[in-house]
């Protein structure tokens, strides 16, 4: 398959969203006792191998809307077109969706009958700490292609209207820019770890900027102000707090060294065990490459040639 980095980073999001996928809600102990090894099926959601979840629909939904431009109201409608009648679904149904994001989706669905459009904009303005879960950060990865090289101002402006659609917060917000950050600098060609250093520079400079609360930055204190990968990976969850699998998908991201390891041993911490997968799923693919993604992981997957032309597509876009 020809490469390019747009289709590295969707693979990469689907495939750990996958093979993730069967493993949902599974304790921490019970994924040590019996750990992920391979691309299954079935399991939690009785899906069969390869099937992805909302994570990659929702990612899709904004890769294909990238495609035509930037434009809230596209996106918004291709959101409500995946909850309602399954577009870029895996295989033909809505089998996963958040509370969070669902409730948020009747939101958008209201303000664009309304034709209130500017309401899109505002929504940032409305965050709650209820809008603080990994929905947003979990589709967040095709947004890079269109922010790449921006001011960071502009990048955050444009980062937290499209995290708003979902998840309105702040903090929610903050973690998608970290997460673009640290993507954009793996883009550039950086390794690992400079990559890492330069976004925490950039980021804590950001912040003095835009004059970021001591509240909210205590919230980033494990990622930001001091090197994730000094934290115990006993201290890390899993869960569907975005603080929580910002921090486990950027330290299992660093600390192993292949996309399949990096994969395997953040599912198995158990619990949102498809975002999680997904999340991490999209810095390794974008660091390793779809040719480094296990070959019987990439050619089980659900719509494998629809999601390899949409990165292509992109890629025409952005290149």
């Known amino acids: 398959m020809q490469s390019n980095k747009i289709t590295d980073a969707l693979l990469g999001v689907a495939v750990g969203d996958a093979v993730g996928v069967p493993f949902e809600f599974k304790s921490r102990e019970e994924m040590q006792s019996n750990p992920a090894k391979d691309m299954i099926g079935y399991g939690t959601h009785n899906q069969a191998p390869g099937t992805w979840s909302d994570d990659s629909s929702l990612t899709f939904c904004l890769a294909e809307s990238l495609t035509n431009g930037y434009d809230l109201k596209d996106i918004s409608q291709r959101f409500i077109q995946w909850k309602n009648q399954a577009y870029w679904s895996a295989r033909g149904s809505v089998f996963d969706i958040g509370i969070t994001t669902a409730r948020a989706i009747r939101r958008l669905r209201e303000i664009i009958e309304d034709n209130d459009l500017e309401d899109l904009k505002k929504q940032k303005y409305y965050g709650d700490e209820y809008d603080n879960g990994n929905g947003s950060l979990m589709r967040i990865i095709p947004l890079l ?46 390794d690992k770890e400079t990559s890492y250093a330069e976004m925490r520079t950039e980021i804590l400079s950001f912040w003095n900027d835009m004059q970021f609360s001591e509240t909210e930055r205590e919230h980033f204190k494990k990622v930001i102000q001091n090197d994730i990968r000094n934290t115990p990976i006993d201290d890390l969850k899993s869960g569907g707090y975005v603080i929580e699998v910002l921090e486990s998908s950027i330290w299992f991201f660093l600390n192993k060294n292949s996309y399949e390891d990096t994969i395997l041993s953040i599912i198995n911490l158990g619990h949102d065990t498809d975002t999680s997968a997904a999340i991490a799923g999209g810095l390794a693919g974008i660091y390793y490459g779809q040719n480094n993604i296990p070959e019987y992981w990439i050619v089980s997957l659900a719509r494998m040639e629809d999601i390899i032309d949409l990165g292509n597509r992109l890629h025409k876009k952005y290149p």
């Open 145 to 190: 292609f269109h922010i790449k090289g921006l001011p960071i101002k502009e990048q955050f402006e444009i980062i937290w209207e499209v995290s708003a659609l979902t998840h309105r917060h702040i903090r929610a917000a903050m973690s998608c820019l970290i997460y673009l950050k640290l993507a954009e600098k793996l883009l550039e060609g950086k």
